[in-house]
């Protein structure tokens, strides 16, 4: 994996997420604070959002860490790590085991949904760090959220906004969940021109324009206290991450990461 964060008009290229994120540091505050509370990070958006919590689930857990894995929506039913049975035991023992823990309730179809806000808040002090897939798009790497998602768990510390660069030159209703939704927002505030010739082919700028309108923004007015920071997935080569550092700066952010290579990791797999 190639990870690349912006910070204050800087650009560092790191090995992993952890350093990028600022998380030794993030976490020691929130201990100075609330000693042993765990630090929450939710995931929203679409196009890598499950790969990015394996990675940093081993990240975690290489330090030393407990490492709580929930959702609030629906994800995949974990290979390993699993724990379906809405015991809090079973988490704790999971933990102290494999230092990671994968919590749901069946859902059919192979996955599982959110166990519920009162098992939800019980787990959370099991472990040291939670990460919370709190959006779904079907696996594609363009969304925009329905009328009541992201699910965001009040308890977060931090909101990562994930969107997928392989829809850039690509049709946006092949590769865009929720598409009737994605024109209203680029009519509103997008180019003008987006479906010049009659199919909207998605641009660099309109990759921006619904990464801010469709998640950066109303998560911030929702979380106004806590870092909501755009990742962009997929930036597999070195033009990509020139495009995101573009992206980053035609967008005002202070903050962001330029990630890729996932799908060649060695934790892409892990649950």
């Known amino acids: 994996m190639k990870v690349y964060y912006y910070n204050e008009d800087k650009w560092t290229e790191s090995g992993d997420l952890w350093q990028a ?19 929450v990070i939710s995931f929203t958006g679409a196009g890598g959002k499950t790969s990015l919590i394996r990675r940093l689930a081993c990240e975690g857990r290489e330090r030393g860490l407990k490492v709580l894995v929930v959702t609030t929506t629906h994800m995949f039913r974990p290979k390993q790590y699993g724990v ?6 079973d988490v704790r ?17 192979l996955k599982i949904t959110f166990v519920g806000t009162w098992f939800y808040e019980q787990i959370c002090p099991l472990a040291d760090l939670v990460l919370v897939e709190a959006d779904g798009s079907r ?21 990562l906004s994930v969107l997928g660069l392989s829809a850039l030159d690509q049709p946006a209703e092949k590769l865009c969940f929720r598409a009737e939704q994605a024109e209203e927002i680029m009519r509103a505030h997008g180019r003008p021109d987006y479906k010049d010739g009659g199919q909207w082919i998605v641009s660099p700028g309109d990759v921006a324009c619904l990464m801010q309108h469709a998640y ?28 995101v550092r573009g992206l980053l700066d035609a967008m005002g952010e202070k903050r962001g990461i330029a990630c890729g290579q996932l799908r060649f990791d060695p934790c892409v797999d892990l649950f």
């Open 21 to 39: 994120l600022s998380l030794d540091a993030r976490m020691k505050r929130l201990r100075a604070v609330r000693e042993n509370a765990p630090y």
């Open 84 to 89: 379906l049975t809405r015991s809090k035991g």
């Open 93 to 109: 023992r999971m933990l102290q085991k494999e230092s990671i823990a994968v919590v749901g309730k069946e859902a059919g179809e």
């Open 139 to 159: 696996r594609l790497p363009l969304k925009v959220p329905g009328v009541n998602e992201p699910v965001v768990p009040k308890n977060s510390h931090m909101v």
């Open 216 to 243: 950066l923004y109303p998560i911030r007015v929702r979380y106004p206290s806590i870092p909501v920071i755009p990742v962009f997935n997929q930036a597999d080569e070195p033009a990509q991450v020139q495009t």
